[in-house]
């Protein structure tokens, strides 16, 4: 099946009024496999970058890992090598398309950590439109358990970045961006969005879409490949302050308001000519 086929211009108009959407099926059996043996071989060797986000006291396990495609094979291949690119590509409108970088998630079963509200655009170190991050489950995902959105909150604003564990203001200065409102207050009022998911699936939202998960069951092991895509407009946005994930170095040679044209962020997809 190509991507066209998948990715029909009814989703493409649905990912730029909601920001959020679900792609069926868009990865083969095979691809999938890849992704649970890259997984697997994170989560048996943790990269220095891995942090554990669930509390000593919850039954579970929550680990989250970041920018390993360069060391993980099964990684790259998927990355490199599936539709994934050019799904990004037809989503965002873009002529070409980089690769942003990784992100493992793997919740074991039972684990009760909930990922609260958030944006992911403010954590990171680029400024643009054109964007698209790619949540893979590798496990079936119940509706309950899923990634869920506020439809239509990509369009903003920017809402303070803090950290999970200790709602810590580490990235923006306090009272520089609105605060988050609670979601969880006005989910009977709100157009929230989620889907069942079945390995092959993969969920797609902009960086700026409002997104959260619950913990999972305890018969339900949730292995996650999250990958994110840059598209034409973006641009570096240096940071006086660590970024999540970061890239030590980077504003050494890239300059504020550059395109990311850099060998930590390789070219995967071009517009057909």
């Not at 992704?35 to 220095?48: F, H, T, V, W």
């Not at 964007?131 to 303070?160: K, Y």
């Not at 959260?212 to 895509?229: L, M």
């Amino acid at each position: 099946m190509r991507v066209r086929e998948c990715v029909t211009p009814e989703l493409v108009d649905a990912y730029r009024r909601d920001g959020a959407v679900c792609v069926r099926q868009l990865l083969s059996p095979a691809e999938v496999a890849l992704l649970r043996e890259g997984i697997d071989a994170n989560l048996a060797a943790p990269s220095p970058r891995a942090k554990v986000a669930s509390r000593p006291d919850d039954p579970g396990h929550f680990i989250e890992d970041f920018c390993n495609w360069q060391h993980n094979a099964a990684y790259r291949r998927v990355i490199f090598e599936s539709r994934l690119a050019a799904t990004a590509g037809a989503l965002t409108g873009s002529k070409q398309v980089r690769l942003y970088h990784d992100h493992m998630l793997t919740k074991e079963p039972g684990t009760r950590a909930p990922t609260p509200w958030h944006q992911d655009q403010p954590y990171y170190n680029v400024a643009g439109e054109q964007n698209v991050s790619m949540w893979i489950a590798v496990d079936p995902v119940r509706r309950h358990s899923t990634l869920e959105f506020v439809a239509a909150s990509h369009r903003g604003p920017w809402l303070m970045p803090r950290s999970f564990m200790d709602h810590q203001a580490k990235w923006f200065p306090e009272g520089s961006l609105a605060e988050l409102p609670d979601i969880e207050a006005q989910r009977k009022t709100l157009p929230i969005l989620g889907w069942d998911i079945e390995p092959g699936d993969v969920v797609c939202f902009h960086m700026l879409a409002l997104h959260a998960t619950r913990g999972v069951d305890a018969d339900r092991r949730r292995r996650v490949f999250s990958v994110r895509w840059l598209g034409d407009d973006m641009r570096h946005a240096p940071r006086p302050w660590v970024t999540s994930p970061p890239f030590p170095g980077l504003a050494d040679e890239l300059p504020a308001g550059a395109p990311m044209h850099h060998a930590l962020f390789p070219l995967l997809w071009e517009k057909p000519t």
